[in-house]
């Protein structure tokens, strides 16, 4: 949508007022007696109420009703949606997804949350540890509906067409080549336009930070200032034939009826809102010497478990850039990690993998040995080495995790993308020994 605002910053102290009601955002005091405009204060809390300061987030909204005016929840149906990470046994094999499907309009009507699809996973929401990556393929608009993740965070990366998301802070559209973040909690409601198709990385307990920078400096990878914030929208609207609130509570959806619309927040304040951030903005640091440097490299944001410099998931890019090593073979090593590598493709040709579409996935589980195919080595082993542009007009980008993650019956079974052939791509691979070698 044109025409819309943002704020610039990464957690920044924002505040914002729909400027249709100049003044609603209360002045020296979150809860005065009776807010300006006859709102309501309701605080959202992103946050032990005791946490460092560095890691405390809330933010104050001032509304026309406050979200505790609902009829109970009920249970609903998850259709593909699972945090059930035993559905299946366990299969350490390399694995490969062709593009998920996304359903035509014309036979079935399918909105951002009946579209949601677990690909894989671990860890529980109860604990507030762990991750789950989920495929959304949709086709419709969510109307008078909402929904709220009680169980963590969603960072959604759009493949194939725009959405405009609506949330309690205010709207954003995110484009394929954007990213969202949907913080534990915040109530959004997705419009599409057209056959819709993304990847989303949640994450239970804890909340996505810039990595540091270390000797790098001050500036460079995701700068701070390219991440957009929503400005204060609302609506105050009455909706007589209910509009359902649906939330993802311990891995199930429960949803509830209420007679007005969630995003009636005329003013906020706070750090805790949801953003998203263009990956053309991604300042890439890389080697200029030889050999190639780790992929931590390519960090976006990531979700600091406890353990120092352990992710609960890091969100990783691989953009466009010069590759300029001398005496390298510059692609992908060959490897095996003890971090699980869930792999997608937004747009282009990943440099180490013929076959890997758009739209499609990989998973390299922990210890699962993984790296370029037959031709992606031999081409480069014998390439002289100029300065030369890699993955121009692509877009890669993995979700590592210290998890080992688990597959869900639909991942493995009922979507039915699974390319079986998969590991052929490195059975040619020759053996090059030669025992007689000298150095020349
Ligand atoms: O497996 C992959 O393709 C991802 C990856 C890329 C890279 O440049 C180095 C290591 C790595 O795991
Ligand atoms: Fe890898």
Redesign the pocket.
């Known amino acids: 949508m044109a025409g819309l605002k943002y704020m610039s910053g990464f957690g920044n102290e924002f505040a914002s007022e729909d400027p249709r009601c100049p003044g609603s955002l209360p002045e020296g005091q979150n809860n005065p007696q009776v807010c300006p405009y006859g709102l309501y204060a309701e605080q959202l809390s992103g946050s032990a109420f005791t946490c460092p300061r560095s890691t405390n987030k809330r933010s104050w909204l001032y509304r026309i009703l406050p979200s505790v005016r609902h009829k109970p929840f009920t249970p609903m149906s998850c259709g593909d949606l699972t945090e059930n990470w035993n559905e299946v046994e366990p299969d350490p094999n390399q694995l490969r997804w062709k593009p998920f499907i996304i359903p035509k309009s014309s036979e079935k009507k399918v909105d951002f949350i009946s579209g949601l699809h677990t690909v894989c996973g671990a860890g529980d929401s109860k604990s507030r540890n762990g991750i789950a990556i989920h495929m959304y393929t949709c086709n419709t608009s969510m109307t008078d509906k909402c929904f709220q993740n009680a169980d963590g965070d969603f960072l959604i990366v759009p493949q194939q067409g725009e959405i405009l998301i609506t949330t309690e802070f205010g709207k954003m559209m995110v484009e394929p080549n954007e990213i969202c973040v949907i913080q534990q909690g915040m109530r959004f409601s997705v419009d599409v336009f057209g056959e819709t198709r993304g990847y989303i990385l949640e994450v239970f307990g804890a909340h996505f930070e810039l990595p540091d920078l270390g000797p790098i400096g001050a500036n460079g990878m995701a700068n701070p200032r390219d991440f957009q914030t929503p400005v204060a929208w609302y609506e105050d609207r009455t909706v007589a034939t209910g509009y359902t609130v649906v939330n993802k509570y311990q891995g199930k959806l429960f949803s509830c009826q209420q007679d007005f619309s969630p995003f009636n927040v005329v003013a906020w304040h706070g750090n805790y809102t949801p953003y998203k951030y263009n990956l053309e903005n991604f300042m890439v640091i890389n080697c200029v010497a030889f050999d190639?440097a780790?992929?931590s490299i390519f960090t976006v944001l990531t979700a600091k478990s406890t353990r120092p410099g352990v992710a609960i998931a890091d969100f990783v890019i691989?953009p466009p850039r010069w590759g300029v090593a001398d005496h390298t073979f510059r692609?992908?090593?060959y490897?095996r990690?003890c971090m699980s590598?869930f792999?997608g493709l937004i747009k282009g040709h990943?440099e180490?993998?013929e076959g890997f579409q758009p739209g499609g996935a990989s998973l390299?589980s922990i210890m699962t040995p993984?790296?370029p195919d037959v031709d992606c080595f031999e081409k480069n082993s014998t390439a002289v080495l100029k300065p030369e542009r890699v993955a121009e007009g692509t877009m890669a980008f993995?979700f590592e995790s210290s998890f080992s993650m688990a597959v869900t019956k639909w991942g493995l079974d009922t979507c039915h993308r699974l390319d079986k052939s998969y590991y052929k791509c490195w059975e040619a691979l020759k053996n090059h020994f030669n025992p007689n070698w000298k150095p020349n």
């Open positions: 190639h780790d992929p691989f692609p992908p090593y490897h990690n590598e792999m990943y180490a993998k390299h993984h790296g993995m």
